[in-house]
């Protein structure tokens, strides 16, 4: 598993984990995000259960466990959290902030000891001690309750399945031509974002944003002028479609 | 671990439903047992041997149906603890993988040790558990299947006790010795499959 090193200022990292060789075939690709403090740290979206092993053991070349102390699901699929009946294992006081439409559902994962933190539909605020990290609402981009991680210091935004791409597992980690991606991003997002609706406001929320880097849950990271690149394209492009080409 | 244990909770899923069959089958012999006890009333004083005969058919649907209640609540807690015991092993397993992946390469690989102790020995306690209620799961099962082996003497008396009723009511006798003899035949099936079952889980 790759690991990438997106920013470093102090005590206050984010990491990208993702590319996994040992991966099991005919699963999605997947990328993983931490972000850390001085006494903390939070997991993004840490992933299915299949990469649980390569997920932990390269997280803890990183930090000691108990420093894991949040977790994060943008929203409530496999891929994105089954690996948490295991993680509830290792981090017996961890949080888990995922939106509260999902508890009931993340729960069937297993979950003993991590407590769920209900992400109001408006999002929310979360302090990694000094650290400021704001939930952004994507709802139906392209779950029906779905959240976003914005870290205005750094100026990343994780953006979950939002600029997804349906590629190899060994691409390189960012975007390096952007009109030549478009075409593995494309049929993604037709697809599995239902409404044009959601999709605009989104697109209004985050042009507000400044942006530098934004981190796609598959795929490739937008870096600099890509993100502007991404925001415009996402916003002409009609979602919602059925008979959609890969 | 065998493939046959990698199917533990299947296995006592079988028998848990293998027993509830069980239960609804051995109704029938209670329903049985009446019947002959209102032929016998019938028959008149040439049908009297029968009435400890119709005792026993309902003692016999009585523990028939108490015994597999119980032997179905064991099954249900067992199915529980080997659920347990799946994702306890499967804990085991992927920390392990940890382990051999980051083996002498990892600063903090020793905030885990504790975490692992502890995952190892909670999955010892859950097997020690399973072994426990799988052999209580043995002896009920046993047990039932000691009942259910005197029940064909049972048949074999009814049979004789037929032989001395008068012609209108023998056939009327015989065609409960034959139930007695078909419902326990059907209850034993599903005891030796559950403790075929069972006897995966050993």
New interface residues.
Partial sequence: MKVEKLYEDDAHKWLAFGRDPSKVNGIIDTNQYMVTSENNSLLIDPGG?EL???M??NV???????KITHLFASHQDPDIISSL??WD??LSTAKLHSPWLWEGFIRHY?MKNISYEPIADDGGILMLDDITLQFVPAHFLHSSGNMNVYDPKAKILMSGDIGAALEDNDVPLFVDDFNSHVSKMKMFHQRWMPSNEAKNDWVERVRKLDIEMMCPQHGRIFKGDDVKRFIDWFDTLEVGKLNVSR | MSDSKNNYFVAAAVVAANLDQATKISQKLSLTASNARVVMLRAGPSAAGFRPLTDAIHRLADVTVSSSKKINVIAATLNATSVEMF?AA??VK??K??YQ??EG?????H??DG?FER?KTEYEALLTLHRTQVKRLFDELDRLDGELRAAIVLKTLCLTEASQAEGQYKQSFVSVSENVEGTVNDIKKLIKDSQQQVALLN
Wanted: glycine content about 8%.
């Fill in positions: 259960v649980f092993s390569a932990l053991a803890i070349k990183e930090v000691p466990v108990e009946g295991l294992q290792a297993g | 994702r499967r804990a992927y920390f993988a940890v992946s980051v390469g990892s600063t903090y690989l905030s885990l975490i995952i």
